[in-house]
T-cell receptor
Framework: AQSVTQLGSHVSVSEGALVLLRCNYS??????LFWYVQYPNQGLQLLLK??????LVKGINGFEAEFKKSETSFHLTKPSAHMRDAAEYFC???????????FGKGNQVVVIP | DGGITQSPKYLFRKEGQNVTLSCEQN?????MYWYRQDPGQGLRLIYY???????QKGDIAEGYSVSREKKESFPLTVTSAQKNPTAFYLC????????????FGPGTRLTVL
């Protein structure tokens, strides 16, 4: 079964600093990978997705992620954090021929002014 | 505007009562999903449906039931058998094809008193 691991439930970053959120996946077949963002008391919004085209994927709000098969990783980055980036971020994987997504436990990002 | 609606936003019930959460989508998606979100636990799949009149259990289906009589609607009933029903519930939908992202509703926060 597919799964993802996100380490560090809370991540603090200074405004203007690099945002780096780590995601490692486990899948026996080529995966499809997603990053979602959730603002307080709202649903999830798609940031970006990897579907076996380019390994470097650009998303909304200045975020990007790089798929590295050798490391089974799909880390999310943003060069310069903004206060509006304070939210919870989830990595998810789909594989095996169905639509089911397996989500990581999430990273709560706090941006320090 | 196309999207997913969930109602109500906040719901309070007494222990031992069944309660039904509404989810409606006008995106013409075949597949629909219900997730439960608890702090630090990520999203866990309760039930999903890939087509009208068919649905499958997810990872935590005990104490829940669903129906899928119409393509647009996928209501979730939280029964009195669910031991710890207080949580944030998210509904999602997608095109029934692998690698397509799921679109999420705004969620319903259920509190059982």
């Amino acid at each position: 079964a597919q799964s993802v691991t996100q380490l560090g439930s809370h991540v603090s970053v200074s405004e203007g600093a690099l945002v780096l959120l780590r995601c490692n996946y486990s899948s026996s077949v080529p995966p499809y990978l997603f990053w979602y963002v959730q603002y307080p008391n709202q649903g999830l919004q798609l940031l970006l997705k990897y579907t076996s085209a380019a390994t470097l994927v650009k998303g909304i709000n200045g975020f990007e992620a790089e798929f590295k098969k050798s490391e089974t990783s799909f880390h999310l980055t943003k060069p310069s954090a903004h206060m509006r980036d304070a939210a919870e971020y989830f990595c998810a994987v789909a594989s095996g021929g169905n639509n089911r997504l397996a989500f990581g436990k999430g990273n709560q990002v706090v941006v320090i002014p | 505007d196309g999207g997913i609606t969930q109602s109500p936003k906040y719901l309070f019930r007494k222990e031992g009562q069944n309660v039904t959460l509404s989810c409606e989508q006008n995106l013409n998606h075949d597949a629909m999903y219900w997730y439960r979100q608890d702090p630090g636990q990520g999203l866990r799949l309760i039930y999903y449906s890939q087509i009208v009149n068919d649905f499958q259990k997810g990872d935590i289906a005990e104490g829940y039931s669903v129906s899928r009589e119409k393509k647009e609607s996928f209501p979730l009933t939280v029964t009195s058998a669910q031991k710890n029903p207080t949580a944030f519930y998210l509904c999602a939908s997608s095109i029934r094809r692998q690698a397509n992202e799921q679109f999420f509703g705004p969620g319903t926060r259920l509190t059982v008193l």
